[in-house]
């Protein structure tokens, strides 16, 4: 077992342990020194995982752990996203007694989520799935006395329950079909041939596991509650990270499956339904965390369709994980004004915000209208890749019914962006602190550089694949 392959994820779970003896000892005025100790061991595992990158792309531990570039660049995401959502918490969390072990949950969340995207082995993604939704249950019921928190909560869990028990029967189904959970197995056993039925049965329930930690249809409405009602910085967190992991899961599932098997049509009518349903009913929101949550939910219909045409022969995988990094700059930075204008999360709230906080609000605009795709932003350059490769890989009426959502979704942004213009300030305008307004203003600009410098990004991503493609 080389230990020095898994440093970054063994930094995880250190940090994890040491916050959670930690937070058992230290008094109420010294809880805030766990995110300290969560940002050390985020920052070691960044620098772990930057070692990692340009290497050889292979499998270790018994082939159940990929090393690749996918697996890398989502693992140094995710953990850019920890580093975020723990910066932006201890304003937050000022005034919960005893906060210390939130930061611990983050840790083990986070480890689950790289397990998903490194799992090259069916049991892998269970227990990466399993570890990552465990640990976000009481994140988002974290504010326990919050009614609607612990509404939204328990819907994401049964939601998962169920979702998560699909998964696992469909790994059972699988072992009984391949006698074995190594994707590499799984393949080859798929290409000699096998029960469709079963097979089809199996995958069915794989996919509709994965897709429920990527907030798709139809496991998909625990995303705007929690959006709305968990503290904002894991609203931050839920909407993003899990994605990241779950995307490069399915995307790496998908690719040892039988060409006879109908699962890129499947996916695509996913990804229609998903996109569709989320800018709808994100056109109606008075809520800005609640309208987050559901364009969250859109956002996730974009990213299947990356996944649909993997094994296409086109550049999927760059164009899905530039689409990542767009993503997860933008919502992080959307929620990152959330949680720094602590309160105000309707839209009424943000009336006149030009005039008081222009900074934020120049913050708030270029992340809503990276989220839509408007060009110069990072965001467009992400959806033009998807747009380019669904298109070459022969599903052109996908990349046309997802320009017309990309039309849907212009307008509530742009009701969002007016308020904050057009409209006269109400009320008083309360932040929350010093580490908020620091880490808005570091995301702010890694988007814009992200923005500017996005030919380089895609030239490190362009050579990246799967181990073994």
């Known amino acids: 077992m080389p230990l020095g392959d898994l440093l970054p994820e063994i930094t995880l779970l250190l940090g994890a342990v040491l916050i959670v003896l930690f937070a058992s000892f230290a008094p109420q005025r010294h809880q805030a020194w766990a995110a300290v100790v969560a940002l050390v061991a985020l920052l070691f595992a960044l620098g772990f995982g930057i070692l990692q990158w340009g290497a050889p792309p292979r499998l270790t531990f018994s082939g159940v752990w990929a090393l690749d570039g996918v697996a890398i660049a989502a693992k140094l995401l995710i953990l850019f996203s920890g580093v975020v959502v723990v910066a932006l918490s201890p304003d937050w969390m000022r005034s919960d007694r005893r906060h210390g072990e939130y930061y611990a949950l983050c840790l083990f969340s986070l480890l689950g989520m790289i397990m998903m995207a490194s799992a090259n082995d069916a049991m892998e993604l269970v227990v990466g799935v399993l570890l990552s939704s465990a640990a976000s249950y009481p994140l988002a019921a974290y504010h326990r006395g919050f009614t609607p928190a612990l509404e939204a909560a328990m819907k994401y869990f049964l939601i998962g329950a169920l979702a998560n028990a699909l998964l696992t029967i469909g790994v059972v189904i699988l072992f009984g079909l391949v ?83 109908a699962w890129p049509s499947i996916i695509a009518l996913i990804s229609v339904a998903t996109m569709t349903l989320g800018n709808l009913a994100a056109l109606r929101q008075t809520d800005l965390r609640r309208l987050l949550g ?16 993997v094994g296409s022969g086109v550049d999927a995988l760059p164009a899905l994980l530039a689409f990542l990094v767009a993503y997860a700059l933008a919502n992080l930075l959307a929620f990152g004004i959330v949680t720094h204008l602590r309160g105000r999360t309707n839209v009424e709230h943000y009336h006149g915000l030009a005039y008081r906080q222009p900074l934020v609000t120049a913050a708030l605009i270029l992340a809503l209208l990276s989220l839509v795709g408007i060009p110069p932003l990072v965001g467009f350059f992400g959806k033009f890749l998807l747009f380019e490769v669904t298109i070459e890989a022969g599903y052109a009426w996908l990349a046309v019914v997802a320009a017309i959502n990309t039309l849907i979704s212009l307008y509530y942004y742009l009701r969002v962006i007016a308020v904050t213009m057009f409209k006269a300030p109400q009320g008083e305008m309360h932040v929350v602190g010093s580490w908020s307004w620091v880490t808005l203003r570091v995301t702010l600009a890694l988007m814009v550089v992200a923005s500017l410098g996005f030919q380089w990004l895609l030239g490190v991503l362009e050579p990246i694949a799967f181990v073994g493609s």
């Open 294 to 309: 559901w364009s969250s939910v859109s956002q996730s219909g974009y990213m299947l369709m990356a996944i649909v045409v």
């Open 179 to 261: 006698g074995d959970t190594d994707y590499i197995v799984a393949s080859e056993t798929f290409q000699a041939g096998t029960d469709s039925l079963a097979l089809s049965v199996a995958v069915t329930c794989i996919v509709l596991g994965l897709i429920y930690k990527l907030g798709a249809v139809p496991a998909h409405a625990w995303m705007p509650d929690v959006a709305q009602a968990a503290p904002a910085p894991i609203a931050a967190f839920l909407t993003v990270a899990p994605k990241i992991g779950a995307a490069v899961a399915l995307a790496r599932f998908v690719t040892i499956l039988p060409e006879n098997l």
